[in-house]
């Protein structure tokens, strides 16, 4: 018997979890199953962590922890979940949910979480730390920075809180120096310096409310996509982000995509960053990825 914990984040998005608690139970009662289910509505930063760490304790092959929520509880989760013989899930019912448009959820039902379809995803170690989406440096992390500072102002905004604070950054663009060691796929390694704008480090192709950095980008491939993005004027990075928000960037002459397994990217002074959301600030970022680093549970 397969158990599952559903751990509903209630901090994310403007989802009815109560109505959505109810739900889950009526069908897993209905369907003769409510003795493989627990649920666990969070009610403080880490709980959702917490509680999944318990719950794979023993027997971790059994489980399947479904996250119902967005990518910073998922992101969390994901710590704990790596190299367990457990599987993690994800409802998405946060802001942004960036990171289920990895997957398909149409025509999407409770009834799909019974018997998912387990397979491995890669995830990325950075600074010895479990990324599972996208780790990225420069513009979009200060973006990031300066939309966590208004919702804490109109949290009713949500993810239009994004394309302000985008609006708020791109007139005081900061430019990153920056030494990238890089491992490629193909066993080569280079070594350059440059000034970039953006440096985004993906394992899942979107991030940052709904935006495509890596088109190319999948799950399970063994391969990092390294899209470093050039310093240049306003004028032409201004059409550039439409184009990086749809993934339609890697043709433009100014943006280099690396394939990688492993890197280091280094900088004189210290860089503002982020591991799926958190901020970090480090002047030396070590990556390499993880392959099969994590059991995904597939509900289509």
């Known amino acids: 018997m397969t158990k599952k914990l559903f751990i509903l984040s209630t901090k994310a998005g403007n989802k009815d979890f109560d109505e959505f608690e109810k739900e889950i139970i009526k069908v897993y009662e209905e369907n003769h199953r409510i003795h493989e289910l627990e649920i666990l509505k969070t ?86 730390k479990i990324c599972i989406n996208v780790c990225s440096l420069g513009f979009d992390t200060h973006v990031l920075e300066s939309t966590y500072d208004i919702l804490e102002k109109e949290p009713e905004l949500g993810y239009k809180a994004f394309y302000k604070a985008v609006l708020k950054e791109v007139t005081n663009i900061t430019f990153e120096e920056l030494e990238l060691d890089l491992n490629l796929v193909n066993g080569e390694k280079i070594k350059y310096k440059d000034t ?19 088109p190319n980008g999948k799950l ?70 993880r392959e099969k680093g994590i059991n995904w549970a597939y509900f289509k």
């Open 220 to 289: 399970d491939d063994g391969i990092l996509n390294l899209i470093a993005v050039k310093k240049q004027g306003l004028f032409t990075l201004i059409p550039l982000i439409l184009r990086y928000k749809f993934g339609k960037h890697l043709s433009n002459k100014t943006v280099t995509e690396h394939l990688v397994k492993s890197g280091r990217i280094k900088s004189e002074k210290t860089l503002t960053a982020n591991l799926d959301g958190e901020i970090f600030y480090s002047k030396e970022i070590d990556f390499i990825i």
């Open 43 to 128: 009610q403080y930063k880490n709980h959702g962590t917490e509680a999944a760490r318990d719950f794979i304790k023993e027997n971790p092959e059994d489980k399947i922890v479904i996250v119902c929520g967005g990518d910073g509880t998922l992101g969390e989760v994901s710590k704990v979940m790596y190299k367990s013989k457990a599987a993690l899930g994800l409802i998405p019912m946060g802001t942004a949910n960036d990171f289920a448009k990895n997957f398909s959820y149409k025509d999407f039902k409770i009834e799909d979480t019974f018997e998912p379809r387990i397979k491995p995803i890669d995830i990325i170690e950075v600074n010895n």
């Open 196 to 214: 970039l704008v953006v440096s985004a480090l993906c394992n899942g192709s979107y991030y940052g409310s709904g935006f495509n950095p890596a």
